[in-house]
Structures are given as C-alpha cells and as structure tokens.
C-alpha cells in the first residue's frame, strides 16, 4: 500500500510488464486499504465507477499505482544512496512519514 500511495500521489500509473497472479489481493488487503484504492480511482479514472465496480480491473489499477510507486521509490531515494537496499530506502520513508526524521535531525542538533 505505501508504494500504490506513492504511485497514486504523483498520479502516475506503469502496466507492469507481464501478469503475474503473485498477489492475492482478497488475502492481503484490508477492507480499509480496498476503500483507499475506490477513492484514489474515482478521483482519477476515466470510467471510473465501471472499474470500482469490477474488482479484477480495481486490481490492475492498483498494481500500476503500486508499480509506479516502486519506481518513484528506487528513482527518489536509491538515486540519491544507490548502495542502499530498497527495503532501507523504505524505512527510511516511513520513519519520515510517521515524523521520526524529522525528531532525529533535531535530536542531531
């Protein structure tokens, strides 16, 4: 969900290049995160009420959002430490997004 957020937020969508069933979305996502995913594509798909109510393409709209927020995480933030792992560019972004870099930078002071 943090990458579709990604994706979603910069409004940037990526087909991934082949399909894979590697997610099962029924198993993995919360009723909450299905209701995110409905706001974020009726605020932006054309057609958007024909694809809420079809849930494999909500799937494959979710799976762009995603995919292109992985691609905005590797590009923003492994750019800038390329030795860094995806998933410590991804705690970093979320010790951000829960405010603790902002508290360590001023703890550094």
């Not at 995603?66 to 860094?84: D, M, T, V």
Request: net charge negative; charged share 25%.
């Amino acid at each position: 969900m943090l990458a579709f957020g990604f994706g979603a937020a910069k409004r940037q969508r990526t087909p991934l290049a082949a399909s894979r069933d590697i997610f099962e979305a029924d198993s993995t996502l919360m009723p909450k995160d299905w209701d995110l995913i409905k706001a974020v594509v009726l605020a932006s798909d054309e057609g958007a009420l024909a694809s809420i109510a079809d849930a494999d393409r909500l799937v494959q709209i979710a799976q762009e959002y995603a995919n292109a927020g992985i691609r905005i995480l590797k590009g923003e933030y492994l750019a800038a430490q390329p030795e860094e792992s995806l998933a410590a560019a991804l705690l970093q972004v979320l010790a951000q997004l829960r405010g603790e870099g902002a508290t360590q930078s001023r703890a550094a002071k």
